[in-house]
């Protein structure tokens, strides 16, 4: 969908939104709607009193070819109470506008954006964000259903955005736009399914991001293995694909000082995931295709940061494998020297995104010194039993770097709640045959003992780990993602580095 900014003015014809808050009295339009609702003789307002519509927001409700005029359709979207609008509620208003205009055969519409009496947010940030809201949800991954019908297919492929403060809104829009971009990115690749992305064509998509300036190297099998990464190539050992660990490098920061120092996200990249001998069973095994969720948020950050030439250091490393049982596989009870010379001992080789980590994490510290990390992974179903689809889970040994990053996820509407971590936990994965095992025996809190697991591969550097496993993928969709990949922790992590890390 192409967005585009211009001044105010009436339209005559054509598909028209406008925005309502919610009062006591009922829903309240603003006063471009007003002036709409006038030109069609009031048929807004009398629409408004037939349906349910309160204003409230995420509201939405279409209007058809109103009193004698030309319009086609007027979508009226709620704010809420005036005086509580925030971006977020504006980008809520943005997708569910574009939910509406899928019951509808228009190509192009015009949103009429001014502020509720009563509301704080200026009008510049109110329409940027209301298109970015629409952008996100127009994101669609279509690419294999040759047979759809193009009369079938969601037509709304133009908005325009009429606001008195064009050029503000448009420069604000920009910067949220590269945002978009980074999240569309890992959309896709978290929708492509594993034959045709696995750890070398993950790699390959990483090495595009080069174009934008961000620096990235691949390290293949034969540099893993002279490394020692035993823990990562056990894992991608069953497999017929060939493991990758790409380091990608975004230096948009000081050149030397203290500040120039960076700051590391790391992914987990199974790009398919059958459990390996430990093998999973074959309903749903499917949704194994995103088990690479962790390193494709690393890779749409990075696009994120680089397309808006963010001013910070940043690392971004993704470990990539494919978990198969085979002939090669790794076998439960077998014991692997990883990277930082700790050996495991893998009870069970559906354990295995923390083996790939393990070795990334070490790797990213040692060689880099980053102020911290923050890795994602699809880590745990036990996450999803804990925090369902509204919450990832936050593991992490600094308070600070914790608070910062769950109030980025509140700020964008990507929720983070903290769990524990803590050294009875810990105990719960010493082996007997080796230095730690990767999985309990037994005991329950499945997914802090993999956050355990995580944090034995951690010095003291401040880390924190985001089990992504509930949020990555969207079974219903939300007012800015239909279901499917939903790009959770892109623009979480963007607002974080933002808000904290750039130098200005
Ligand atoms: N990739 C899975 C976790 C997962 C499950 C992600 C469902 C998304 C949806 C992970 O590798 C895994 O298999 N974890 C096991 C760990 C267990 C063997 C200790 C799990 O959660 O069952
Ligand atoms: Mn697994
Ligand atoms: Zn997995």
């Known amino acids: 969908m192409r967005i585009a900014f211009s001044q105010p003015a009436l339209p005559k014809?054509?598909?028209?939104?406008?925005?309502?808050?919610?009062?006591?009295?009922?829903?309240?339009?603003?006063?471009?709607?007003?002036?709409?609702?006038?030109?069609?003789?009031g048929?807004?307002?009398?629409?408004?009193?037939?349906?349910?519509?309160?204003?409230?927001?995420?509201?939405?409700?279409?209007?058809?070819?109103?009193?004698?005029?030309?319009?086609?359709?007027?979508?009226?979207?709620?704010?809420?109470?005036?005086?509580?609008?925030?971006?977020?509620?504006?980008?809520?208003?943005?997708?569910?506008?574009?939910?509406?205009?899928?019951?509808?055969?228009?190509?192009?519409?015009?949103?009429?954006?001014d502020v509720p009496a009563g509301c704080k947010l200026g009008v510049a940030e109110l329409a940027a964000h209301f298109a970015h809201g629409a952008t996100l949800r127009s994101y669609r991954f279509d690419k294999y259903l040759t047979k759809e019908k193009k009369e079938d297919k969601p037509k709304l492929a133009r908005l325009t955005i009429q606001v008195s403060e064009v050029a503000a809104a448009r420069r604000r829009f920009a910067r949220l736009d590269a945002v978009a971009e980074g999240v569309f990115f890992t959309r896709d690749l978290v929708s492509e399914p594993a034959n045709v992305i696995y750890p070398q064509t993950l790699a390959a998509e990483a090495r595009k991001l080069s174009r934008l300036g961000v620096r990235v190297e691949v390290l293949d099998e034969k540099k893993m293995k002279a490394l020692g990464f035993g823990a990562l190539l056990g894992v991608a050992q069953g497999s017929a694909r060939p493991p990758r660990l790409v380091v990608m490098r975004w230096n948009g920061g000081p050149r030397s000082g203290k500040a120039a120092q960076p700051i590391a996200f790391l992914g987990k990249g199974v790009t398919f995931d059958t459990g390996g001998i430990s093998i999973k069973p074959s309903r749903g095994m499917e949704d194994m295709k995103w088990d690479m969720g962790g390193a494709g948020v690393v890779i749409g950050l990075m696009r994120a940061l680089a397309l808006r030439k963010a001013k910070a250091n940043v690392i971004g490393i993704i470990g990539l494998v494919e978990n198969m049982p085979s002939g090669t596989a790794q076998r439960p009870g077998d014991i692997v020297k990883s990277y930082s010379g700790q050996t495991i001992e893998v009870l069970n080789t559906d354990a295995e995104g923390r083996l790939v980590l393990a070795d990334a994490l070490w790797y990213c510290q040692k060689r880099f010194k980053p102020k911290f990390m923050v890795n994602l992974a699809t880590l745990t179903g036990a996450i999803i039993v804990c925090l369902g689809p509204y919450h990832a889970g936050l593991f992490s040994n600094n308070d600070e770097l914790a608070e910062r990053l769950t109030g980025a996820g509140e700020a964008v509407g990507e929720k983070l709640w903290r769990m524990p971590l803590g050294t009875e936990y810990d105990k719960m994965i010493d082996s007997k045959a080796a230095d730690v095992q990767n999985i309990s025996s037994g005991g329950g809190a499945g997914s802090i003992t993999a956050a355990q697991f995580l944090q034995r591969f951690v010095n003291e550097v401040p880390w924190a780990h985001l089990d992504i496993a509930g949020v990555t993928w969207s079974t219903k969709g939300s007012a800015t993602a239909e279901p499917g990949g939903t790009g959770f922790g892109v623009r979480l992590l963007d607002r974080f580095v933002a808000d904290h890390y750039e130098t200005r």
Not at 44 to 51: F, M, W
Not at 59 to 72: I, K
């Open 13 to 41: 014809k054509g598909a028209v939104v406008v925005f309502a808050s919610e009062a006591k009295a009922g829903p309240k339009l603003t006063e471009l709607g007003r002036s709409l609702d006038k030109s069609v003789g």
């Open 43 to 113: 048929a807004v307002t009398r629409a408004l009193a037939a349906s349910k519509f309160k204003g409230g927001k995420g509201e939405a409700v279409g209007v058809l070819a109103p009193g004698s005029s030309r319009l086609t359709r007027v979508v009226v979207v709620g704010l809420g109470k005036p005086a509580d609008v925030t971006d977020l509620i504006a980008e809520q208003a943005g997708g569910a506008a574009v939910g509406e205009f899928k019951n509808g055969d228009d190509d192009a519409a015009a949103a009429l954006v």
